[in-house]
């Protein structure tokens, strides 16, 4: 039963993806650049719940730098958080090089100020 919950969420996870950007990455009439299907395929692993934050891959920090993250933290809905954890997301864009400033809403997370 539990693997079933998680393959579901998964899917349901990937679905949601691939609505917010398909085509030509159009999101609530904005366009937010970057392959987002490559973003979500490399970088995966490193955002899923539950479990522990591991260093993201040379393909996920690459997927990384070729999505306009911002545009898309704007238009994700506070409800996303589910099996992907958003506080995993902001560290993924740290470690490549690419971290959101402080106060940055995605989703339902907001980027914690630096210490």
């Known amino acids: 039963m539990a693997v079933f919950k998680v393959s579901f ?3 349901a996870l990937f679905i ?3 609505i917010l950007f398909s085509g030509n990455n159009v999101v609530s009439g904005q366009t ?3 392959d987002f299907k490559n973003l979500v395929a490399q970088c995966m692993p490193y955002v899923q719940n539950p479990g522990p934050k591991t260093p993201p891959s040379k ?3 690459n997927a990384v730098r070729t999505v306009d ?3 898309a933290c704007r238009h994700l809905p506070p409800g996303i958080g589910g099996n ?3 506080a995993k997301v902001a560290y993924v864009l740290r470690v490549c090089g ?3 400033k402080p106060g940055t809403k ?4 907001t980027v914690p100020p630096k210490v």
């Open 69 to 71: 993250v911002p545009c």
């Open 106 to 109: 995605c989703g339902g997370y």
């Open 16 to 18: 949601m993806a691939g």
């Open 98 to 100: 690419t971290p959101l």
């Open 59 to 61: 393909g996920c920090c």
């Open 9 to 11: 969420m998964t899917l």
């Open 84 to 86: 992907v954890s958003l």
């Open 32 to 34: 937010c650049k970057g």
